[in-house]
């Protein structure tokens, strides 16, 4: 098995520049290379395919489909909630995103549209739902995962948090 190009159970490091309507949304000009555990959900499915079988160095642009970026749109994932579920001293602001529990203690990011005194109202897509997303990636490394990265299915990186 060549280890000189991406595949699932190898740890990539790649340069990246994330368009959306032609608006950069977000690179790794930042922070330095992204990496992650191939084959294992880590990134957004459409970008994780067609990354499959680069070679490092090489550089390719990638056009993901909402229904395998960040999903559709749903125009029913709204929810208006009584605003005595929020804690009292928590300054409401529109487009805020708020981390709640769903029914099954899944940790769920959800974002005010609008609220007054009685209720809140929660959009629970992804900010990037329904958006087409622009990549430009570089492959920069690669190298196998440790074992505790293997059992985890995600990279341990020194002093990032994601």
């Known amino acids: 098995m060549s280890k000189n190009t991406v595949q699932d159970g190898l740890v990539v490091s790649m340069?990246?520049?994330?368009?959306?309507?032609?608006?950069?949304?977000?690179?790794?000009?930042?922070?330095?290379p992204l990496?992650?555990?191939?084959?294992?959900?880590?990134i957004v499915p459409g970008l994780e395919r067609e990354m499959i079988g680069m070679k490092i160095g090489e550089k390719k642009e990638v056009v993901v489909k909402p229904e395998e970026g960040y999903g559709e749109f749903d125009e029913e994932a709204f929810m208006d909630v009584p605003r005595t579920e929020f804690p009292e001293d928590l300054k409401l602001?529109?487009?805020?995103?708020?981390?709640?529990?769903?029914?099954d203690d899944q940790p769920q990011a959800?974002?005010?549209?609008?609220?007054?005194?009685?209720t809140v109202q929660l959009d629970f897509n992804h900010p990037l739902a329904g958006a087409e997303l622009h990549f430009n990636v570089t492959v920069v490394a690669l190298r196998e995962p440790t074992k505790e990265e293997l059992d985890h299915g995600h990279v341990h990186e020194e002093g990032h948090h994601h």
């Not at 990496?35 to 880590?42: E, I, K, P, S, V």
């Not at 959800?110 to 009685?118: G, R």
């Open 110 to 118: 959800a974002y005010v549209t609008s609220f007054d005194d009685q």
């Open 35 to 42: 990496q992650f555990l191939a084959g294992y959900d880590n």
């Open 15 to 32: 340069d990246y520049r994330l368009t959306v309507d032609g608006e950069v949304l977000d690179s790794s000009d930042d922070e330095g």
């Open 93 to 103: 602001e529109e487009g805020m995103e708020l981390h709640l529990t769903n029914e």
